[in-house]
């Protein structure tokens, strides 16, 4: 299971990276775009997990 945590981890990490270095390059609307859906991806992320985790205790 810890290698499931540590992969996701990894992919957010690099996404994260990816993205600091693309969103400067893009015009204002899309910015806003990209981080209203980063915020609804967030916001599922956590609730998967709180879901995974009440599911395991």
Do not use: H, W
Not at 44 to 57: G, L
């Amino acid at each position: 299971m810890m290698k499931v945590f540590r992969g996701m981890v990894t992919g957010a990490i690099v996404g994260m990276a990816v993205t600091a270095m693309i969103l400067p390059q893009l015009d204002k609307k899309t910015q806003r775009n990209l981080k209203r859906v980063s915020k609804r991806v967030l916001n599922m992320a956590e609730d998967a997990c709180c879901m995974v985790t009440d599911y395991m205790s």
